[in-house]
């Protein structure tokens, strides 16, 4: 572990904000914002501005992927002290780890999508043993399960299915679920380390669930990557016997030989297409959007002023877990087992950072369903934000595009990756009615140069500034932390290849967290500039102008570094924000 790695797992700890309908830091565990690259740890004495991406062999998640490994070093968890099942006191802890398997297989029970499937506890486990075990307990490797069902009348409900390590049995029995005769059930996963992994409750690692079509792996899968039989959902089961649970349940984590990385899901463009048709006979009422503090209109998932390089990923569930590592639902039966002295574990994510941050800060309230995983309290989720989204953003509307890294293969766009993505969540494919063409070009620009984008944020600094950061290790208030996702981000989109630069200059303190941010006029670029050590006055360059050459971040000498090691993900240099949690 680097020392710089050393000094973010020993930060203090960061509150999250909590609220009886679901408030829970989203990166509490994981943060997966805008990913980060950083080339080579720098050592620094004192604030340091920086401009440009920073390359670093870690990925912050840029969707709040709570409690994430960064450079397999640091793991977070979100902690409740004697919390109600309702409302709790969350707190980002550090916890060491050394550098935990990051890529973990989830075993999906059989029938998956019925009331006795959603109350069967998903099982986790090591993608590949030798690389080291998988523990649903340890944030760096928590996975999460979200569940929603449509009624034939349009009423919709919530159940988030439980997760616990293969072999064990949950702290304390999962609370029965109930799913009315023809209703539409749909699942969502997240995860707050790399790359999850689909199984078929009694299928081979190596089957990966596909009877009958399995393709043999090294275990050690990268987002984007080939390497293993992956369930590419509904679109290609191939060959999967009728009792095979990912077909049971039109799984979908990736494209053959090539998964998402942290998100994957089981019949989500049903649901969808089931809750559209309610909509449209007006048996589902989705909330309009109202009027923010700025006098916009409250943003959604698919605003680019929330958006960063991998959209629409992660979910909001959350856990209750032992200090012998069990894990329960968070209701009070599971309560009234296990007591107060527990982890809540949240995966970071996009959903939980517009829930828990994005939207109070700006006086907007989610629009939140009984879940009942939760005692049927109101909490919010994926699909809730995703039909939300569909039903009132405005333009212009971020749709996951073809530079997403997790819809490539081999580094290469795919137009079917992308789908299979997009109708998971509920977006129009490329080239459909109400799509686009997923032009990476255009979503850059929309993301950096629209004022409906990272610049609305920059705009409202103010309001942001008071809101909480997500993630203590990457920004001190909610406004740094978005300024350095949005700044990761440009790296990770490869927004450079479009002509665009980079307009955002972040101004980091000794410990790498970013204490200022301030952006360029439209076509100019950022800069990045050396500060003297402590005690000494920071320069920061004028716009458009630099002191080191672009990827690269400089610092007063004190000492050196070793450089991180680069992992891979979806066939690139796996990078992401800096922090302490890859997924925000």
């Known amino acids: 572990m680097s020392p710089l790695a050393q000094r973010r797992l020993h930060r203090s700890q960061s509150a999250i904000p909590a609220t009886a309908a679901m408030p829970d830091a989203r990166d509490a565990p994981n943060p997966r914002s805008g990913p980060v690259t950083r080339s080579g740890p720098v050592t620094r004495s004192g604030p340091v501005t920086r401009s440009g991406p920073v390359t670093r062999a870690s990925k912050v998640r840029g969707r709040l992927r709570v409690a994430a490994v960064v450079a397999g070093a640091a793991a977070l968890a979100v902690t409740a002290a004697g919390c109600s099942p309702g ?137 984007g990557q080939p390497g293993g039989a992956q369930a590419a959902g509904a679109q290609a089961a191939g060959g999967a016997a009728a009792g095979n649970s990912l077909a049971q349940g039109n799984c979908v984590n990736g494209l053959n030989g090539s998964i998402f990385g942290q998100f994957a899901s089981c019949n989500g463009a049903a649901f969808f ?169 255009a979503y850059c620009t929309n993301l950096y140069n629209s004022p409906n984008g990272i610049r609305r944020v920059f705009n409202d600094q103010a309001i942001f500034a008071n809101g909480p950061t997500p993630d203590a290790g990457a920004g001190t208030n909610l406004f740094t932390f978005l300024a350095t996702r949005a700044n990761d981000a440009f790296t990770n989109l490869n927004c450079a290849n479009f002509g665009l630069t980079n307009p955002i200059t972040l101004t980091l303190d000794g410990n790498g967290v970013t204490t200022a941010a301030t952006i360029a006029p439209v076509g100019q670029a950022g800069g990045t500039a050396t500060t003297p050590p402590a005690g000494g006055t920071a320069t920061t360059p004028a716009a458009g102008t630099t002191t080191a050459p672009a990827g690269t971040m400089t610092t007063a000498p004190a000492g050196t570094t070793p450089p991180k090691p680069t992992r891979t993900r979806n066939g690139r240099r796996q990078v992401s924000m800096h922090g302490r949690f890859p997924n925000w």
């Open 87 to 223: 409302k709790a006191n969350l707190h980002l802890s550090a916890a060491a780890a050394a550098a935990p398997n990051a890529n973990c297989s989830l075993i999906v029970p059989a029938n998956p999508l019925t009331a006795a499937g959603l109350a069967t506890p998903y099982q986790l486990t090591a993608t590949d043993p030798a690389a080291g075990p998988c523990n649903e307990a340890n944030t760096a490797q928590s996975a999460f399960v979200q569940g929603a069902i449509l009624t034939r009348d349009g009423q919709l409900t919530l159940y988030d299915p439980l997760v616990i390590d293969a072999g064990t049995q949950p702290a304390a029995p999962p609370a029965a679920a109930q799913v009315p005769a023809g209703a539409t059930v749909a699942l969502w996963f997240g995860f707050n380390g790399d790359n999850l992994t689909l199984q078929a409750a009694g299928a081979a690692p190596a089957n990966n669930g596909q009877a009958g079509n399995g393709q043999a792996g090294n275990g050690r899968r990268n987002r």
């Open 273 to 441: 297409q089931a809750a559209n048709a309610a909509i449209a006979a007006n048996k589902l009422q989705v909330p309009a959007l109202a009027m923010a503090k700025d006098n916009m209109p409250c943003p959604t998932v698919r605003d680019f002023s929330v958006v960063d390089q991998d959209q629409s990923d992660n979910v909001t569930a959350q856990y209750l877990a032992t200090a012998n590592g069990q894990i329960a639902q968070k209701n009070a039966a599971a309560m009234a087992v296990v007591g107060n002295n527990t982890t809540n574990l949240a995966n970071a994510s996009d959903n939980v950072l517009l829930d828990q941050f994005i939207l109070p800060t700006l006086g907007c309230t989610p629009w939140t369903r009984p879940n009942g995983a939760q005692d049927g309290q109101p909490t919010g989720s994926l699909p809730l934000n995703e039909l939300q989204a569909a039903a009132g953003q405005r333009a212009p509307i971020a749709l996951v595009p073809l530079n997403d890294p997790m819809t490539l293969v081999n580094n290469n766009q795919s137009t079917q990756k992308t789908n299979l993505y997009r109708v998971a969540v509920g977006q129009a494919q490329l080239g459909a009615a109400g799509g686009d063409n997923g032009d990476g070009a």
